[in-house]
């Protein structure tokens, strides 16, 4: 209790947890969320808040299971913002990246932002199941990143689907991970969009597809 900020953080969760237990019991209505709150323990009603918490950890720590080097332990190669809801959702006690507050993050407050969580891991997923496509699932990039003196932890989807489109572009029979970023080549978007068009998979579950917009977005900028 001598550290305010870290109980006034603490009763944040709370109330955040018991609001969004609130909506789960009444459905979104008010009227019933107040007879819930009147005539049901706050044990009861803290429980069904962390319900839907519970279940994203499970999914966030499937994704992370498929989404990481063999060499890897922790850090899979998601890119950011997928990277910090996988990794805040898999916690102990799961919490949600803060949009208003960088680098924050707090329980999750409402049925809306266990939405927003889904939709994030679903594009997640489909990621995976885009470089898996690609020919580029962790381990096949393993051993590639072992080959070119880069950590297990270094290493994002998008650097592995520029270096791809950098391969197909100049007809090289290495895969540059390790290169840096200058300025793109001539032709690179050309290429970078044709790679993610190949991006096709007959397997049933995620949509390679899904994860292409912010990848390409993320591959571009980091020739900027």
């Given at each position: 209790?001598?550290?305010?900020?870290?109980?006034?953080?603490a009763?944040?969760?709370?109330?955040?947890?018991?609001?969004?237990?609130?909506?789960?019991l009444?459905?979104?209505d008010?009227?019933?969320?107040?007879?819930?709150?009147a005539?049901?323990?706050?044990?009861?009603?803290?429980?069904?808040?962390?319900?839907?918490?519970?279940?994203?950890?499970?999914?966030a720590?499937?994704i992370?299971?498929?989404?990481r080097?063999?060499?890897?332990q922790?850090?899979?190669?998601?890119?950011?913002?997928?990277?910090?809801?996988?990794?805040?959702?898999?916690r102990?006690r799961?919490?949600?990246p803060?949009?208003?507050?960088?680098?924050?993050?707090?329980?999750?407050?409402?049925?809306?932002?266990?939405s927003?969580?889904?939709r994030?891991?679903?594009?997640a997923?489909?990621?995976?199941?885009?470089l898996?496509a690609?020919?580029?699932s962790?381990?096949?990039?393993?051993?590639?990143?072992?080959?070119?003196?880069?950590?297990?932890?270094?290493?994002?989807?998008?650097?592995?689907?520029?270096?791809?489109?950098?391969?197909?572009?100049r007809?090289?029979?290495?895969?540059?991970?390790?290169e840096q970023?200058g300025?793109?080549?001539?032709?690179?978007?050309?290429?970078?969009?044709?790679?993610?068009?190949?991006?096709?998979?007959?397997?049933?579950g995620a949509?390679?597809?899904?994860a292409?917009?912010?990848?390409?977005?993320?591959?571009?900028?980091?020739?900027?």
């Amino acid at each position: 209790m001598d550290e305010p900020e870290e109980v006034r953080a603490a009763l944040a969760d709370a109330r955040a947890t018991l609001s969004l237990g609130l909506e789960t019991l009444s459905g979104g209505d008010p009227d019933r969320a107040a007879a819930a709150l009147a005539e049901r323990p706050i044990r009861e009603i803290f429980q069904a808040g962390l319900a839907e918490p519970y279940r994203l950890q499970s999914r966030a720590r499937r994704i992370a299971q498929s989404a990481r080097l063999p060499q890897a332990q922790n850090v899979t190669l998601l890119d950011r913002p997928l990277s910090d809801v996988v990794d805040s959702l898999q916690r102990k006690r799961p919490v949600w990246p803060d949009p208003s507050a960088p680098r924050s993050r707090r329980a999750l407050a409402s049925s809306a932002e266990v939405s927003e969580a889904d939709r994030l891991l679903d594009e997640a997923e489909s990621v995976v199941a885009l470089l898996r496509a690609l020919g580029l699932s962790p381990a096949e990039l393993g051993p590639r990143a072992e080959a070119a003196g880069i950590a297990p932890t270094a290493l994002r989807a998008s650097d592995a689907v520029r270096a791809l489109a950098l391969q197909r572009l100049r007809g090289a029979p290495e895969l540059p991970l390790a290169e840096q970023t200058g300025a793109a080549p001539v032709g690179f978007e050309r290429a970078l969009d044709e790679v993610l068009r190949t991006a096709r998979t007959d397997e049933p579950g995620a949509d390679p597809s899904r994860a292409a917009p912010r990848l390409r977005e993320q591959v571009l900028k980091s020739f900027r």
